[in-house]
């Protein structure tokens, strides 16, 4: 590493200052969290978040949902007066958390300790776009191997290659906006929406040294890495004036897959159960790759989606498995028994060894050995329930991205929320002349996150899934593209309904279709 | 000794404690905020700084500040809301016996070096004093903080669970090791003086470790032990250790305030005295150089340096350098070369694989932030009215035209291609050339060059341009200026008077030969023979006297003396010469001896009076920027060869970070 990574950064010391500030000033050391596995159905978040605002307040929150499960997380959800400090045991043996029950899904409460030397720096990351099969409609079996594979390859580079944390990894995700134009004509320009979301894993490596040399190492690892499997790639364009959402073409796979993952008859089947795994802990380098590294070892175990951040110095890992052959049912009912026993342990190897011993799953006897040293050695884990997989609710979605801000001492995610979907019921009232429901009815979120920022305010950015047959609606007359124009008018609803709402501190609210146009408004 | 050395040491020396040391725990956040608050300073809009430089070696220094609380954050308000009612508490108060207007917030504003402590006085708008935290509550809560993130940090280590592990043996199991840490940090922070030099209790021959031995090094183990995760940590505690906290009360129901402090300000070290008395000759003609170095944090929004002087100097040049940008050009210089080293390697054949559009989104990430720096740069030096041409940075000029331009290359298949690789110019030679400008040529300092010079005060304006720094470091501000006698008139009076002095020997020497050439026989006859000697010194001394009174020279100390300090030399020559010259009449000297000193005390006057006059001649063209440490890229300071001068006073309060 060069001496220009080595500086320390008074802004990092005055970072763990703050961090240290938020240990001190709670009634308890360690950071609280909820985490919720859900079905994934229209309008789920906006339930959890608006139905028991009262005792639970989301502040800083991460999302996500596909294939029929979403996942909720969010830190310090507790009340400040409810505080009670865990027993803690001091031979490390927490035992798995039994999950509440509540509609659709499992939900768990618990706390952490947070690891405040964990600065993260928005400004010097390095973000890939890997896209596996962008063409498929449904997951097939094959495709959970790609991604853990792909996962572990990711997390390898971060922690070996660079030795930085990975900051986030979400999968699926939306490939970038296809440009085109005719004889490197500037007037023949024509930008046409991608799918809402595609097999494709976005993630962002925090960079220590930011140079050129570190880019170029981690690029050509996944350059490599692509043209081996056939996956097509992008890099976060870094050019002075581009944002996040402006990616860089570097391969484009032909779909040619390579035959490691086609070769087997089996994995040519689709998936029929997702189970939704959490794993939080102390943020650290090297921990999403100790987790994945482990399910290596299980041949019949895939990852069908994931979602990972770090939030109040904690690392949230949410993955969907797909174990072959085993039904949702069977899947559950062994669950429920296993995290009925107090023995059980939270630790992720041992949690997931003793699941999978259960279902009969031996270890691949020539897959890599476990590691001596195990960073998530004092993670929890948290699994279940199993889900049926569902491919897309709706076939034919539109990506409408939303970004928005909050005073962190408000009410959290449920006011902006809100008024997003009552907007959105507003602007479309009828999605299409089939159906009954209005667009609020119908999108859901995807994809959301929200972070506290230095200045005492949450950001949070969001994709909703709209039906694209909203879209006729706005068809008829202007210049505009019709996407423009809901955006913009949805954007004027969202705010017209903030205002409308009373509560204080929700501005900055911005809606597009395209991610890299948030933060503007709709027509630049 | 550092923050750690002197925790370590505090560790091996005082005394175990048997319980655990009291520690407030809403006393632990306070501090912390407060620790962060007075890193970040995110409050302070604007910072002024007035400095006066009248006397050599010292300059007063008063510092106004823009100070908005909307500005802290909810943390950080709430935080330093609770400092009032921490302090209340001591002593009995209980918060709602106190009327709510009456509330106010202790914020920090600066943080000073504890070497050179002494009373400050801060004043509001209004000129009334304000209340200021003492040392020694700050610090118990910056302790407490200390401890708190300490054991925040240790906890959140993967070992900390691990049974049997030191760490978990530390945190959960055995008391006394945590307790002495707390403990040393509570009276490293709270005792008036810190460890200068380590001491080492000698052991006794003989003994093994016992009980008191165990804790020690078990409490010194787990800081050597985790001191890779403590790197930012141990920059915090040295902060603790060596800076103090300038903390004062503000009214809660104002937003704004605007206050003000003097603090003293750190002069290097004293120079030898030959060294000092050439430095003091040569001043006269070149000017006073004064160097002013401090730090400012990088979120400030706006800076301003007012210089003044006394009445009769002037402040000739002045110009402000920051380096804000010294960051990003140390990388941009490193990425040039690795970009270089790529170009290199990948041949461009290849130039629709993955691996070219890798080194091509590297390539125009990298040279457009170029492009954008150089056009800073130049619009930097139009402003303060000197050259940047693309002669003194060439290759840097080149490539940033590569990258701005937007031209297109077609291909061998007739096609377009936007690739800035194919680009004519861009060849790893111009990046290793562009690489090395940019080090040589200092760009990553910024020049604020002070052209509007209103006698003897200038002021410069600064503030970050190019957008968010992403580290959001400390700025380091260097000002340097000329200063010059402005009457003139002090050389020119002494010009007259060595011309006065010169004529007065003449017209003796004149009467007392008979002729106005007192050299020859009966010349030398004439002056060995001298009828009335005691009428001779009389008039020798009585005139050159008269006229030194009315001479009124500067004060040594003051900046216009040590300007002056030539003039006054010479003068002084010029009395001395006509003394020896009174001396040789006086003891009746031989003829020769008499004519001699006559010769001196005209001719050596005469000299001194050409001095100074040539120097009056010479003195109008300014001093060149690159001769008082401008940046390299700022006018013709590529090509000056010459070492920068060295200033006659530097005044230094960045604190040593």
């Known amino acids: 590493m060069s001496v220009r990574g080595q500086r320390i950064s008074v802004r990092n010391v005055a970072d763990l200052a703050r961090a240290g500030f938020e240990i001190a000033r709670q009634p308890v050391t360690k950071v609280d969290f909820e985490v919720h596995h859900a079905v994934a159905r229209p309008g789920y978040l906006r339930e959890l978040v608006t139905t028991d605002s009262e005792s639970t307040v989301f502040l800083e929150t991460l999302c996500s949902a596909t294939n029929g499960a979403g996942v909720v997380i969010g830190t310090r959800t507790r009340k400040p007066l409810d505080g009670t400090e865990v027993v803690e045991r001091v031979d490390g043996q927490q035992p798995a958390e039994r999950p509440e029950q509540n509609a659709g899904g499992w939900v768990f409460h618990q706390t952490t300790s947070p690891n405040p030397t964990f600065i993260y720096e928005s400004a010097q990351t390095f973000e890939g776009l890997i896209a596996i099969d962008p063409a498929a409609h449904e997951v097939y079996e094959w495709h959970g191997l790609a991604v853990r594979d792909l996962v572990r390859e990711i997390s390898d580079a971060a922690s070996s290659l660079v030795d930085a944390p990975l900051l986030s990894l979400q999968c699926p995700a939306q490939l970038p906006t296809l440009v085109k134009t005719r004889n490197h004509d500037l007037r023949t320009r024509k930008e046409v929406a991608p799918p809402c979301a595609s097999l494709a894993v976005r993630f962002s490596i925090a960079l220590r040294d930011a140079s050129a040399a570190a880019r170029f190492d981690l690029a050509d690892r996944f350059r490599e890495l692509c043209e081996k499997h056939g996956f097509s790639f992008w890099l976060a364009d870094t050019r002075p004036g581009h944002r996040q959402g402006n990616w860089f073409e570097v391969y484009h796979a032909d779909g040619e897959f390579s035959p490691l993952y086609k070769g087997d008859l089996r994995s040519r089947q689709r998936i029929g159960t997702v189970l939704p795994v959490t794993f939080v802990g102390p943020a650290r380098i090297g921990s999403t790759d100790a987790i994945v590294s482990f399910l290596q070892r299980y041949p019949q175990v895939g990852v069908v989606g994931c979602a990972a951040t770090t939030l109040s110095d904690v690392a949230f890992v949410h993955l969907q498995l797909a174990i072959h052959g085993v039904a949702a049912d069977r899947l559950n009912r062994i669950l429920g028994k296993l995290l009925g026993e107090s023995t059980t342990p939270a630790r992720p190897h041992k949690l997931l060894r003793e699941l999978f011993k259960r279902l009969g799953l031996p270890p691949d006897p020539d897959g890599p050995s476990p590691a001596a040293q195990d960073p998530t050695g004092d993670y929890q884990t948290f699994t279940g329930p199993a889900f049926a997989y569902r491919a897309h609710q709706m076939p034919d979605c539109m990506a409408v991205w939303v970004s928005w801000e909050i005073a962190r001492q408000q009410r959290g995610l449920a006011a902006p929320l809100d008024c997003l979907y009552r907007a959105l019921a507003q602007v479309a009232p009828r999605v299409s002349p089939e159906t009954t429901g209005s667009a609020g009815d119908l999108a859901t979120v995807e994809y959301l996150i929200c972070r506290a920022t230095e200045q005492s305010v949450v950001r949070g950015k969001a994709k909703l899934a709209v039906p694209k047959s909203v879209l006729r609606q706005f068809s008829s007359g202007g210049v505009e593209l019709p996407a423009s124009k809901l955006c913009a008018s949805l954007e004027e609803a969202w705010k017209a309904h903030v205002d409308q709402s009373g509560v204080d501190g929700v501005g900055e609210l911005t809606v597009a279709w395209r991610e890299s146009w948030l933060g503007h408004w709709t027509y630049s | ?657």
């Not at chain 2, 700084?49 to 510092?63: D, K, M, Q, W, Y």
């Not at chain 2, 050339?433 to 002070?450: I, N, P, S």
């Open chain 2, 1 to 657: 000794m550092d923050g750690i050395e002197s925790l370590r040491h505090a560790i091996e020396t005082i005394p175990i404690p048997g319980a655990p040391p009291r520690l407030s725990r809403r006393g632990a956040a306070v501090g912390l905020a407060l620790l962060d608050t007075s890193l970040r300073l995110n409050h302070v809009r604007r910072l002024t700084e007035r400095l006066t430089v009248v006397e050599h070696g010292t300059a007063r220094r008063s510092t106004e500040v823009d100070v908005s609380l909307k500005l802290l954050d909810e943390g950080q308000r709430q935080a330093t809301a609770e400092l009032q009612d921490l302090i209340g508490q001591e002593h009995g108060e209980r918060a709602a016996s106190r009327p709510a207007r009456q509330r106010s917030l202790w914020v920090p504003l600066a943080r000073l070096p504890r070497r050179d402590v002494s009373p400050i006085d801060v004043f509001d708008s209004a000129g009334q004093k304000l209340p200021r935290l003492t040392q020694h509550e700050a610090s118990r809560l910056v302790a407490a903080g200390l401890y708190r993130l300490l054991r925040g940090i240790l906890a959140g280590d993967e070992n900390a669970q691990t049974a049997k592990h030191e760490l978990n043996t530390f945190l959960f199991q055995v008391h006394e090791p945590r307790w002495l840490i707390q403990q040393a940090l509570l009276t490293l922070l709270t005792e008036r003086n810190h460890p200068e030099e380590e001491f080492t209790l000698a052991p006794a021959a003989g003994t093994v470790a016992g009980y008191g031995r165990q804790c020690r090094e078990l409490a010194l183990d787990i800081l050597s032990g985790c001191a890779d995760l403590l790197v930012e940590y141990a920059y915090l505690l040295n902060v603790a250790v060596r800076d103090y906290m300038l903390v004062v009360a503000l009214d809660d129901s104002v937003e704004e305030h605007r206050l003000s402090y003097e603090t003293p300000l750190h002069v290097d070290a004293r120079q030898p005295v030959a060294k000092e008395q050439w430095r003091r000759l040569a001043a006269s003609r070149r000017g006073y150089v004064v160097s002013y170095e401090t730090m400012i944090p990088a979120t400030l929004k706006s800076y301003h340096l007012v210089a003044g002087t006394a009445p009769q100097a002037e402040i000739s040049r002045m110009y402000l350098s920051t380096d804000a940008d010294q960051h990003q050009v140390d990388g941009l210089a490193e990425d040039l070369l690795s970009l270089a080293e790529r170009q290199d390697a990948a041949p461009l054949q290849e130039a629709d694989g993955a691996r070219h559009k890798i080194l091509e989104l590297q390539a125009q990430t990298v040279l457009r932030r170029l492009a954008d720096l150089v056009r800073r740069r130049k619009w930097e030096a139009g402003q303060s009215g000197v050259e940047l041409s693309a002669r003194s940075l060439p290759a840097c000029h080149r490539l940033a035209a590569a990258a701005t331009t937007g031209e297109a290359v077609r291909t061998g298949t007739n096609e377009l291609d936007n690739s800035l690789r194919r680009h004519p110019e861009f060849t790893a030679a111009n990046l290793r050339e562009a690489a090395r400008e940019l080090t040589e040529r200092e760009f990553g300092q910024d020049l604020v060059l002070v052209n509007g010079i209103v006698d003897n005060e200038a002021r410069a304006y600064w503030r970050r341009s190019g957008g968010r720094d992403p580290r959001g470091d400390h700025v380091r501000i260097r000002a340097t200026l000329v200063l010059k006698d402005s009457t003139k008139s002090g050389p020119l009076n002494v010009t007259f008077y060595a011309l006065a002095v010169a004529t007065v020997s003449f017209v003796l020497g004149w009467m007392l030969v008979g002729s106005p050439w007192p050299y020859g026989r009966a010349a030398t006859e004439a002056l060995g023979h001298i009828g009335d000697g005691q009428s001779v010194i009389t008039m020798l001394l009585l005139l050159p006297g008269f006229l030194y009174s009315r001479l009124s020279l500067p004060p040594r100390r003051t900046v216009l003396g040590y300007l002056g300090t030539l003039p006054q030399a010479l003068v002084q020559l010029s009395i001395a010469a006509i003394a020896g010259f009174a001396a040789a009449v006086a003891t009746q000297s031989r003829g020769e001896v008499v004519q001699v000193t006559l010769t001196v005390a005209v001719g050596l006057p005469v000299l001194a009076a050409l001095v100074l006059f040539g120097q009056a001649s010479w003195r109008e063209s300014a001093i060149p920027l690159s001769r008082i440490g401008a940046p390299r890229w700022a006018g013709s300071g590529a090509w000056d060869r010459r070492k920068p001068l060295e200033a006659d006073v530097r005044f230094d309060s960045s604190g040593g970070w």
